[in-house]
T-cell receptor, first 114, second 116 residues
């Protein structure tokens, strides 16, 4: 079984500051990992994903995440926050070779302060 | 591509009434998922289909919930009778078995249900 823990249900950063959203996973098999973003009153949009290969993955809107197997982590970062980044972010995991269903973390609400 | 299309976007209904939520997956996708999002429980998988066949419905809360997929381009999630605790956002999602985007699940905009 897989599980995801997102540390910090709310994160606030100043505009232009580094964004770091934490995600740790638990999986008995090699995982596929995803970050989704949800803007107010909207659905979930894929930011980026890790399946195989390069452990540093780049996504949309300047976000990137690094898969660290030794730390069972997949933290999301962005060098410089923009006001438009304010949203809720979800980390999700599924089994490699399956990707038939996602197990989501509880989400992190990102606030960007002017 | 049009993406996953859900209807209605918003519904307010009275307790005891039947609610039907509809979903059109992305054309060519083999898998269809229904998720529910609440403040208390976050995002939960209710059921998913593969090639129109229900594979895992262990997340369906109780017998009041049912889901069907009569063909590859349409699915429904029905709640009968509805209760206030069913108030949530219901997401439909789909993915394809292969191809460049085969590992990605695409979500619809959600159906926002309020039961009063």
């Amino acid at each position: 079984a897989q599980s995801v823990t997102q540390l910090g249900s709310h994160v606030s950063v100043s505009e232009g500051a580094l964004v770091l959203l934490r995600c740790n996973y638990s999986s008995s098999v090699p995982p596929y990992l995803f970050w989704y973003v949800q803007y107010p009153n909207q659905g979930l949009q894929l930011l980026l994903k890790y399946t195989t290969g390069a452990t540093l993955v780049k996504g949309i809107n300047g976000f990137e995440a690094e898969f660290k197997k030794s730390e069972t982590s997949f933290h999301l970062t962005k060098p410089s926050a923009h006001m438009s980044d304010a949203a809720e972010y979800f980390c999700a995991v599924t089994r490699s070779g399956s990707a038939r269903q996602l197990t989501f973390g509880s989400g992190t609400q990102l606030t960007v302060l002017p | 591509d049009a993406g996953v299309i859900q209807s209605p976007r918003h519904e307010v209904t009275e307790m005891g009434q039947e609610v039907t939520l509809r979903c059109k997956p992305i054309s060519g996708h083999d898998y269809l998922f229904w998720y529910r999002q609440t403040m208390m429980r976050g995002l939960e998988l209710l059921i998913y289909f593969n090639n129109n066949v229900p594979i895992d419905d262990s997340g369906m809360p109780e017998d009041r919930f049912s889901a069907k997929m009569p063909n590859a381009s349409f699915s429904t999630l029905k709640i009968q009778p509805s209760e206030p605790r069913d108030s949530a956002v219901y997401f439909c999602a789909s993915r394809s078995e292969g191809g460049l985007s085969g590992n990605t699940i695409y979500f619809g905009e959600g159906s926002w249900l309020t039961v009063v």
